[in-house]
């Protein structure tokens, strides 16, 4: 299977797919371009949102605007990007981490982790609550990534890219927390780190392959890859399901560090690409607060 442009933006990290069901919207960040997208799947309207940070993720609120995941925290926002309002910042001793991957829980809770720019196990997963509190769910993360649930919601599936792989918890549904950590997914690929990640109906998950020029559906009970979406970008960030039957991928890929001549060859890095997999995934949940 291959995928489609959907449109192409020239993204430098583009990152953090939201599918907004209400507006059938696709919104994703640029997160090194410090802009905030989103595209109208009907009108073909395509809107670039400047932010005062790089916004590693964020969610829509059920009450209108957004929660981001930035380089100094958590904040809210309009969704034009004004109106920045800062909530805490879980790390101010690290300068050099940020907030990268993101997303809700069926509850409305977000989770965030961020990113060791030196590579050094000192980052962390994080979830805010709706009423704005916040706690640390993991630490030793260098570079917290993809986030998944299963279709009961009861299992927790995260990637630290640079451990290669996909780790899954127990989630207390009361109140989030994490336990009971096991690494269930490998990825043996040299030069193949995963990266952004969603999950289906069926309770497989599709991974994006930073370096490996697709996104993969894997079966986390037994670790095997059942399929490849090839994608014409080498460094392939992250996915999310969408669109009127929720069967659609939409799949988010960067430019950065590519040489000229790599350019050359995949004119679409940092573009966004679809495609229907035949499968109904798992849809982008609203922050509750
Ligand atoms: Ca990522």
Request: negative net charge; glycine residues 10%; aromatic residues 10%.
């Amino acid at each position: 299977m291959k995928a489609n442009l959907l449109i192409a933006c020239n993204c430098i990290l583009g990152e953090g797919p939201v599918w907004d069901e209400r507006r059938g919207m696709l919104w994703w960040t640029d997160i090194d371009g410090k802009r905030i997208h989103r595209y109208d799947r009907e009108t073909g309207r395509h809107e670039r949102i400047e932010v005062p940070e790089k916004v590693g993720a964020f969610a829509l609120r059920e009450k209108g605007g957004i929660i981001v995941a930035a380089a100094n925290g958590w904040a809210l926002c309009n969704e034009d990007g004004s109106d920045w309002r800062h909530i805490a910042d879980p790390e101010p001793e690290h300068a050099n981490h940020r907030f990268n991957d993101g997303k809700c829980d069926a509850s409305g809770r977000f989770y965030a982790g961020t990113y060791a720019l030196d590579n050094q196990p000192r980052a962390s997963l994080y979830v805010i609550q709706p009423d704005l509190s916040w706690e640390r769910l993991a630490d030793g993360v260098i570079c917290s990534n993809g986030l998944a649930w299963s279709p009961d919601d009861r299992t927790f599936y995260y990637i630290d890219s640079l451990k290669k792989g996909v780790d899954r918890f127990q989630v207390d549904p009361a109140t989030g927390r994490l336990s009971d950590r096991r690494t269930v997914i490998t990825l043996e690929e040299p030069g193949v780190v995963p990266d952004g990640m969603t999950a289906d109906e069926e309770g497989m998950l599709w991974v994006a392959e930073w370096g490996g020029w697709k996104v993969s559906r894997w079966n986390p009970r037994t670790g095997q890859r059942l399929m490849t979406v090839e994608v014409p970008a080498k460094y392939v960030t992250s996915c999310a399901f969408g669109g009127e039957g929720m069967d659609e991928l939409f799949i988010t890929t960067a430019s950065v560090g590519l040489t000229e001549e790599e350019r050359r060859q995949q004119p679409l890095a940092g573009s966004v690409f679809h495609i229907k997999v035949g499968v109904r995934g798992r849809p982008t949940y609203r922050f509750a607060g």
